[in-house]
């Protein structure tokens, strides 16, 4: 059973486009967080949210949505897609805080 | 804010040689301190960590020590694979201020190791 999953694993698309990443972790962990990794490999959190809630906003742009409709998942939403949105988006989960962090296996996102 | 630095990359090394990968960080309270490894194509996985000072993470024949003296947790390992050939992050967590537990990585240091 994988632990924490991500669909899809790759994203092309179109600038202006809408689309959504999802994520699913079945450890029963009650933090959930998106990290963006750029094409020099560096990572940043994007947003964490404890049971539901969300508690990490970092300066991401108002395009970017999270929504986590309970513990288990926590989905990504991107309106008007820019080319600099490319990157890998990685999903995270943890019991505690701080803990160590469960990494989903990536989205590739490319916008065109 | 927190801060983390690696030593820059890439780094490339023969099999069986000896490995040594620095990180020091900058951080208020007391983070834990991690090691994450990153397979091509693949997600992050960890692969030791630290929750407090002078403890010794070690995982895999990988070894790292929390300094808080010098606020350094630095990646050590006596001889490594080709297999080990991968990225590696140093990256810390803090539950104080407005941090709560976010991860925060050093650039990352790509490893190479040849036969």
């Known amino acids: 059973d994988t632990a924490v999953s991500q669909t899809p694993k790759y994203l092309v698309t179109q600038m202006g486009n809408d689309k959504s990443i999802k994520c699913e972790q079945n450890?029963?962990?009650?933090?959930m967080y998106w990290y963006k990794q750029d094409s020099k490999k560096f990572l940043k959190i994007m947003f964490s949210y404890n049971n539901k809630e969300l508690i990490i906003n970092e300066t991401v742009p108002n395009r970017f949505s999270p929504k986590s409709p309970d513990k288990a998942h926590l989905n990504l939403h991107i309106n008007s897609l820019e080319l600099g949105d490319s990157a890998v988006y990685f999903c995270?989960?943890?019991?505690?805080?701080?803990?160590?962090?469960?990494f989903g296996p990536g989205t590739r996102l490319t916008v065109l | 804010g927190d801060s983390v630095t690696q030593m820059e990359g890439p780094v490339t090394l023969s099999e069986e040689a000896f490995l040594t990968i620095n990180c020091t960080y900058t951080?208020?309270?007391?983070?834990?301190l991690f090691w994450y490894v990153q397979y091509p194509g693949e997600g992050l996985q960890l692969l030791l960590k630290a929750t407090k000072a002078d403890d010794k993470g070690s995982n895999k024949g990988f070894e790292a020590t929390y300094r808080k003296e010098t606020t350094s947790f630095h990646l050590e390992k006596g001889s490594v694979q080709v297999s080990d050939s991968a990225v590696y992050f140093c990256a810390l967590s803090n539950a104080g201020g407005t941090s709560y537990g976010k991860l925060t990585f050093g650039q990352g240091t790509i490893l190479t190791v040849h036969p």
């Open positions: 995270a989960s943890s019991q505690d805080i701080p803990d160590t962090q469960y």
């Open positions: 450890l029963g962990h009650d933090t």
């Open positions: 951080a208020t309270g007391y983070p834990s």
